[in-house]
């Protein structure tokens, strides 16, 4: 007699059935939707509950909730943001208790999940529609095509951490594929670099909480890409361990005034203007050339 949970025998149950099925493909198939049914995450089922008894639109609450999970994963250098976030919650203690179980469950979700999963992008997605993806410009690239691009871009192992950097990270899912690319060589996330930016809140919170949890040394910033300017930043816990890398200084001051250039704070005055040196036109002095004749022949005398 089958003693589990509805869910869990009727997952064996498929399973069992499918052994005798003759379709070999018909069976890999079907074990495979089992599997992945039993990895799907558990924390928006929570986020649910809490829509159902505040009244709140999920989308708001998913924001609530990547604010809080945010600052708890900052190692305390967001606690007057954290007090803030919470303090709209301070009449209904069980609607934040919810908020603090939706956590621990993402956090359980991640570690028995499929490693260097992205499920915040994924409910992300989910929750917006079609118009509002085009209004905010947000289209994240699917999994399977960021660990295509990981493979192929890949570079060797080296004794050196790989540095990357990401304009437009999102949800940090383009470093989390080139994060599996390295552990499926050999490596470990420990051997990257990673300095991802976006210049919208919420992909901010959603990179930052990814690398957090998988344990990607990364320095996470909001900012605009284009224009240098920094809105926010924060380094996952991992980069005490792992530090920057040592960059050269005449490279790093040319970087530095390039930063300053864009953003407009050196005047045009300290700017030396470039020195072209045109050269001066000479006359062409008429050269005799000798031409080779046809089949030995010589020069007739006139």
């Known amino acids: 007699m089958w003693r589990c949970s509805g869910r ?44 159902i008894k505040t009244g709140d639109r999920a989308s708001e609450v998913f924001r609530h909730f990547l604010e809080m999970s945010f600052c708890a994963l900052s190692y305390g250098q967001r606690e007057e943001q954290y007090l803030q976030c919470i303090e709209r919650f301070k009449s209904n203690r069980e609607v934040l208790n919810l908020y603090v179980q939706a ?46 691009m990981a493979e192929v871009t890949r570079s060797n192992k080296s004794d050196q951490p790989i540095t990357l950097h990401e304009p ?10 080139s994060a599996k690319a390295l552990v499926k060589d050999g490596g470990s996330p420990m051997d990257m670099w990673v ?18 949890l998988w344990g990607i040394p990364a320095r996470v910033v909001r900012g605009n890409t284009l224009s240098l300017k920094i809105f926010d930043e924060q380094f996952t816990a991992t980069t005490f361990f792992r530090p920057p890398p040592q960059v050269n200084k005449e490279w790093a001051q040319k970087v530095n005034f390039m930063r300053q250039l864009i953003r407009g704070e050196i005047p045009e005055a300290r700017l030396e203007p470039v020195k072209v040196q045109t050269p001066q036109p000479t006359k062409a002095q008429p050269q005799k050339v000798e031409q080779p004749f046809l089949f030995g022949s010589s020069v007739p005398e006139s």
């Open 195 to 212: 300095e991802a930016w976006d210049v919208g809140v919420l992909p901010f919170w959603m990179c930052f909480i990814n690398l957090s």
């Open 168 to 177: 437009a990270a999102g949800s940090g899912r383009m470093v989390l594929a």
């Open 8 to 51: 869990h025998r009727s997952r064996r149950s498929v399973i069992w059935r499918d052994r005798f099925s003759m379709n070999g493909k018909t069976v890999q198939d079907k074990r495979l939707n089992a599997i992945s049914i039993s990895l799907k995450p558990e924390y928006p089922k929570i986020l649910e509950t809490i829509s």
């Open 103 to 148: 956590f621990s469950q993402m956090v359980v979700d991640y570690e028995k999940g499929i490693p260097f999963s992205d499920h915040l992008g994924d409910y992300h997605m989910g929750l917006m529609s079609s118009k509002e993806a085009q209004s905010r410009g947000e289209f994240y690239t699917p999994m399977p095509v960021c660990e295509f």
